[in-house]
């Protein structure tokens, strides 16, 4: 086959390309063009969009997963035909991703391996590569003629398409969905989130402090876990008024909680919801050299803190500070007493990579560009890492801590308008390519339905969300902690 893989004691051999060419055609197309590929156990021929091409060997089932030839499996895909290469000393195979694909840039597996890598470059440094671990399920394989065969779903997840398997036909079915890239206008308020450190340590510290000036708008949240073998902590937010006047703060949600580590997810996604329909709206009165609890939680070793509020400074000029301190140090354990303790703490280190504690300009986001649903298409939101979309992300403001971007977006609200729904359905797919993501949930707002938190779902599941007939559908989204970034959109037929 033209450029194919011949292993043979240990070298590769490529067979002239004329005599090949007359023996097997391999799909031109690209990308946004392949909507369906199938494979049929012990079947030479495969399909691609309804057309038939042939392979010189056959698909096989190696401990319950597909495997078929490398090189017909990416140009199936849409990879050009110079984008596989093989190195036989080291096993490694090399697929560079096909155009429109923004799950990586290229994967990496290896010969008896059960793991391939998904490469993309790092926004903020593009001499560098990040690079994410995912489970193949089998190890990539030689057949009896020297060819390499690797598993059919583990690769096309990578690139970011999704596979069915129909046992009574013996076929597997590739579904690819071009990936629409969207451009963002970012608004709404001002967005504080603390994350850094992620695992707090035992001695008590202060991770952000910001200043709330008179008739602006704040949002903060939290997100912090005691370690294992921990203190436990009290963590928080606390206001301080250094005026000579007293301070009013209006409050228009607020919501904490605590709960153990691997139940983050849920405890963020209700919490979510509880805010977006106002629990704990009020006000607080500060007076001159006065100190107020926000909100607390005591939390003990692998459990998480997590807390979001939105306030206003009706009077005055406050500071805000997110803190984690012991309460054993306290001499009484009284609001008035947490909220000055917080103030005499010192600032917290970079301890987790990867994760921030910062202020930014915004959060809420719009897309600026239409989606038509006719086009049934496929967008990523709180893509991470960025890849596509354009004005998704800004850096923090001077004085974060950590990472300078948000990933993920956790806690903003995402504003879409879909033109034309005509009764379709909306597929949400979290990411299930990142190797350690085994369940998710994401809250949503609808018109008919209001703010919920979708129920949780585990690797490979999706939800659908029914659109309905008017001109015009608006949803918004939100990505809570604990999550995993690249949450993808599909429009499908109702």
Known sequence: MRGGIEVAKGKVFALATSLLAAVFLFPSLSWAAVRTVEFTIGSKTYWVDGKSFSMDTVPRIENG??????????????????????DPSTGEVRIEAPPGCYTCTYIQLWLYENFLLRNLPDPTAPDKVA?????????????????????????????????????????????????????????GDKYIFSNQPEFLPDRGGYTIEQTLNAGERYGVEFFHIIPPGGKTKLVGVALYNPSSSSATVKITGKVSGKDRAEHAIDLTSEGLVDFFRGKGAGKLELPA????????????????????AKLEVERGTLKLRVFHLDPSSLKEVSDQEIA???FK????????????????????????????AAELPCFVLSEWLPRYNLGEYDRAAAGYLGYPYLGGNYGMVYEITISNPGGRKLRITPNWQADANNYARIVLYTPKEGWRA??????GQSWEIQM??????????????????????EVVSG
Not at 66 to 85: D, I, M, N, T
Not at 138 to 146: A, F, K, S, V, Y
Not at 289 to 308: I, Q
Not at 348 to 355: A, K, L, N, T, W
């Open 340 to 342: 000055a303790a917080a």
């Open 131 to 187: 690079r994410a671990k995912m489970r193949l399920g089998t190890t990539p394989i030689l057949d009896e003629n020297g060819r390499v065969l690797v598993p059919v779903r583990g690769v096309a997840e990578a690139f970011g398409a999704t596979v069915s398997w129909d046992p009574e036909s013996q076929k597997a079915t590739v579904k690819l969905n071009p990936i629409m890239a969207l451009r963002f206008t970012r608004g």
């Open 468 to 489: 309905d007939d008017s001109p015009t559908f608006t949803f918004r989204y939100v990505l809570p902690g604990g999550n995993f970034g690249g949450v993808r959109f």
């Open 345 to 372: 703490l010192p600032r917290d280190r970079e301890m987790d990579p990867g994760v921030t504690t910062g202020l930014y300009g915004y959060d809420h986001l719009r897309n600026a560009n239409p989606i038509e």
């Open 289 to 308: 050299g006065g100190y107020a609890l926000l909100m607390v939680e005591k939390a003990p070793e692998n459990f998480l803190a997590w807390g979001k």
């Open 65 to 86: 997963h597909l495997l078929v030839p490398v090189r017909f499996l990416a140009y199936a895909l849409g990879v050009k035909e110079s984008g596989v290469s093989w």
């Open 454 to 459: 979708l129920p949780g779902i585990t690797r």
